[in-house]
């Protein structure tokens, strides 16, 4: 059964019994989501829903964390791989979502343990406002998907509407920008030149978070909002409304884009999807396939060991 207060759950993930276990830092079974946490999860999945693509086979979560996104794209026809560099978010995981077809990796997002051309779809939620070099993580984004592959990408707007009140003429200025030592924004035509030079095609956005940057500035608003949780259905539909309007003009501050890899698409295959191992390469050679062992995978070429640990694969590059 899912924790109570759980976050509601899209059809397919109802349908073979996920459950959430809601946006835990710590994760304990008796953690219950605030009702704050469960409008940015509402808000994300909805974007979500809207961008990605209904096709089965290999998908890839670049920095799913605790896999609080799971249950928008969860489907028992496809292959889903969880990508973390926290151990201890990927625990979550395999504890509240034991299904053979989602598949646990730590890994480094610039490196990534796949085989070119292994995903049909993906995405990344929250993990590009975290990343300094975002040439270097678009290119194995290519890398990895097919050609004609759809990836959903999310990233924080420089040019949204708060900054330009805030900051003027600054959020203008087409860049990859540092606000913290670990949070980037980023200008939609600076991101637009990465991709183009990345081969991947914009498509179309979404973008959304009026309500949470507005609770995020205001400081005191989060801790009203806890105390009086029957303001948070009117917050969330005022944060919808704006979703319909200023996010079409692209002036609010979370971003949902879906990207598509250039190139020709290869014909279906008449042989049965491949299995992890079909999948999997060294993060540090690129070496594939990999060899099998009892406790993990080994590549012949660099004679680097990944070990499992439970259902967890640790790709990470020491």
Same mark, same amino acid.
């Given at each position: 059964?899912?924790?109570?207060?759980?976050?509601?759950?899209?059809?397919?993930? *109802?349908?073979?019994?996920?459950?959430?276990?809601? @946006?835990?830092? *710590? #994760?304990?079974?008796?953690?219950?989501?605030?009702?704050?946490?469960?409008?940015? @999860?509402?808000?994300?999945?909805?974007?979500?829903?809207?961008?990605?693509? +209904?096709?089965?086979?290999?998908?890839?979560?670049?920095?799913?964390?605790?896999?609080?996104?799971?249950? !928008? $794209?969860?489907?028992?026809?496809? %292959?889903?791989?969880?990508?973390? /560099?926290?151990?201890?978010?990927?625990?979550?995981? =395999?504890?509240?979502?034991?299904? +053979?077809?989602?598949?646990?990796?730590?890994?480094?997002?610039?490196?990534?343990?796949?085989?070119? *051309?292994?995903?049909? #779809?993906?995405?990344?939620?929250?993990?590009?406002?975290?990343? @300094?070099?975002?040439?270097?993580?678009?290119?194995?984004?290519?890398?990895?998907?097919?050609? /004609?592959?759809?990836?959903?990408?999310?990233?924080? %707007?420089?040019?949204?509407?708060?900054?330009?009140?805030?900051?003027?003429?600054?959020?203008?200025?087409?860049?990859? /920008?540092?606000?913290?030592?670990?949070?980037?924004?980023?200008?939609?035509?600076?991101?637009?030149?990465?991709?183009?030079?990345?081969?991947?095609?914009?498509?179309?956005?979404?973008?959304?978070?009026?309500?949470?940057?507005?609770?995020?500035?205001?400081? $005191?608003?989060?801790?009203?909002? #806890?105390? !009086?949780?029957?303001?948070?259905?009117?917050? =969330?539909?005022? *944060?919808?409304?704006?979703?319909? +309007?200023?996010?079409?003009?692209?002036?609010?501050?979370?971003?949902? =884009?879906?990207?598509?890899?250039?190139?020709?698409?290869?014909?279906? =295959?008449?042989?049965?999807?491949?299995?992890?191992?079909?999948?999997?390469?060294?993060?540090?050679?690129?070496?594939?396939?990999?060899?099998?062992?009892?406790?993990? $995978?080994?590549? +012949?070429?660099?004679?680097?060991?990944?070990?499992?640990?439970?259902?967890?694969?640790?790709?990470?590059?020491?």
């Amino acid at each position: 059964m899912p924790p109570q207060g759980a976050p509601e759950q899209s059809r397919a993930a *109802d349908s073979v019994g996920i459950v959430t276990p809601g @946006d835990s830092r *710590d #994760a304990g079974d008796t953690w219950r989501p605030t009702p704050i946490q469960h409008l940015f @999860d509402q808000s994300d999945r909805a974007r979500l829903k809207e961008l990605l693509p +209904s096709v089965p086979g290999w998908w890839v979560d670049i920095g799913a964390g605790w896999g609080r996104l799971l249950p !928008a $794209y969860f489907d028992p026809k496809r %292959n889903i791989a969880l990508i973390d /560099q926290n151990l201890t978010a990927l625990e979550t995981v =395999a504890r509240f979502y034991p299904h +053979s077809n989602v598949h646990l990796i730590l890994a480094d997002a610039y490196r990534l343990p796949f085989r070119g *051309d292994a995903f049909d #779809a993906g995405l990344s939620v929250r993990t590009f406002q975290q990343i @300094d070099t975002p040439e270097l993580l678009l290119q194995e984004i290519t890398r990895v998907l097919r050609p /004609q592959a759809t990836f959903v990408l999310n990233y924080t %707007n420089k040019k949204s509407l708060l900054r330009i009140v805030r900051y003027g003429l600054d959020s203008f200025r087409s860049e990859h /920008q540092a606000v913290s030592d670990n949070l980037f924004c980023t200008h939609p035509r600076y991101l637009e030149e990465l991709l183009r030079r990345s081969g991947l095609t914009p498509l179309r956005s979404r973008s959304c978070g009026l309500a949470e940057q507005v609770i995020k500035a205001g400081g $005191y608003l989060d801790r009203l909002l #806890a105390k !009086a949780p029957f303001l948070v259905p009117p917050l =969330a539909l005022g *944060d919808r409304v704006a979703s319909h +309007s200023l996010g079409r003009l692209g002036l609010l501050p979370n971003v949902f =884009a879906a990207l598509r890899k250039e190139g020709t698409a290869p014909p279906a =295959a008449a042989e049965p999807r491949p299995g992890l191992a079909d999948v999997l390469a060294c993060p540090h050679c690129r070496k594939f396939p990999l060899n099998t062992l009892e406790t993990g $995978y080994a590549c +012949s070429d660099c004679d680097r060991r990944f070990p499992c640990q439970g259902r967890i694969l640790d790709f990470r590059l020491a």
